[in-house]
């Protein structure tokens, strides 16, 4: 229980203080600056939940289990559903700097496809009626697109050149220019609440998959 009330304070507290911290005077940016502590963390957290999702059906495939199956499952779902928020997030925050909803930006084209390739994953399960094959599938695809996705949201954009999406070539992100002392401070602990409850979401829905299976079973 210790690590869900750490969960809640890290992610209310951070979050709150995020919207009521006073931020640098940025211009363009301005007052958006705050959604830093919920899109970017989002991100994080994703990454982390896949990689979990990842490790999960390497798992599978060397032990096969339904146990197994069914937290690569989940996992994967929680960091969709963490994707899909990043990219809502982001797609509102370009909306008030940029001036548009969406741009032809390597970095958000990349997640636009990596959101896809995990689609795809869902559409795949659902395409299969025998348990075990759907498993084993699901688990090989699954690895190979985690293979792709990190390449598309950390190595392509960069080669592309300069981009209006900080943490690229010519706009580098968390930087003093970005981020005061106090944001950098308060940045950090809200990532990590966002991580654990990215864990969190995926532990309670893999009980409820769980408890449905045996239910089916029976």
Known sequence: ???????????????????????????????????????????????????????????????????????????????????????????????????AWWTPDPRLNGAAVAMLIYGAYLVLRGSFRDDQQRARVSAIYNIFAFAAVIPLLFILPRLSGPSLHPGQTGNPGFSQYDLDDTMRKLFYPVVIGWILFAFWLTQVSSRFAFLQSKQDEN
Not at 10 to 38: H, Y
Not at 47 to 73: E, F
């Open 1 to 99: 229980m210790f690590w869900k009330g750490l969960t809640v304070l890290l992610l209310v507290g951070g979050s709150a203080a995020g919207l009521l911290i006073n931020v640098p005077p940025l211009p363009i940016v301005n007052e958006s600056i705050r959604n830093l502590f919920f899109h970017v963390p989002m991100w994080f957290s994703m990454i982390m939940v896949l990689l979990v999702s990842v490790w999960y059906s390497i798992q599978y495939l060397r032990n096969p289990s339904a146990r197994l199956d069914i937290l690569a499952h989940e996992s994967a779902k929680t960091g969709i559903v963490l994707g899909m928020l990043g990219l809502a997030t982001g797609s509102l925050w370009a909306k008030f700097t940029w001036g």
